[in-house]
């Protein structure tokens, strides 16, 4: 079963808009939680992340959400830049591992 | 961004033929990780090591060996690829720290095609 969902694989937004990705998961003994912005033919790069102690954590353009209770996190991303144009992966971690989900593809429209 | 580099970059092999893939870290991180890549799964954890000689299996471990003799080096062996090991193949780094998220660094990857 997988342990992180990411629905809703695609979205486009236009440029100066914001961007809001979703991730569900099912494991409450996560300690962390993190995005990941992967471009074509590269490595993902990390974003941002948060733990699971907290509720919120920003920087700079870039906002994760966690609701506990509801076992889900999203990412806002405002305003979305063209450069913003990529494959999005959430990822859930305990114990040095992490999980990750499908992915969601953003495209910005400029 | 961190020291990590994969080996090849891109492969192509037939089916039955043994295959490892490289890579080497320059941060003298503790972690090191195998992942792959494919379309409508996202990233799958195949192995992981948590020091020299201390390795552990992940999701998809079928198939697939790995080994780490030194801190900087971790090898993936295909020992008979097939053509369902056709994929994109990650190698990430991590330092546990206490109270910190651990992220992941990832290498560029690398394309195996089995034919």
Known sequence: DQQVKQNSPSLSVQEGRISILNCDYTNSMFDYFLWYKKYPAEGPTFLISISSIKDKNEDGRFTVFLNKSAKHLSLHIVPSQPGDSAVYFCAAGGNNRLAFGKGNQVVVIP | ?115
């Open chain 2, 1 to 115: 961004d961190a020291g990590i580099t994969q080996s090849p970059r891109h492969k192509v092999t037939e089916t039955g033929t043994p295959v490892t893939l490289r890579c080497h870290q320059t941060e003298n991180h503790r972690y090191m990780y195998w992942y792959r890549q494919d379309p409508g799964h996202g990233l799958r954890l195949i192995h992981y090591s948590y020091g020299v000689k201390d390795t552990d299996k992940g999701e998809v471990s079928d198939g697939y060996s790995v080994s780490r003799s030194k801190t900087e080096d971790f090898l993936l062996t295909l020992e008979s690829a097939t053509s369902s090991q056709t994929s994109v193949y990650f190698c990430a780094i991590s330092e546990s720290v206490a109270g910190n998220s651990n992220e992941q660094f990832f290498g560029p990857g690398t394309r195996l095609t089995v034919l």
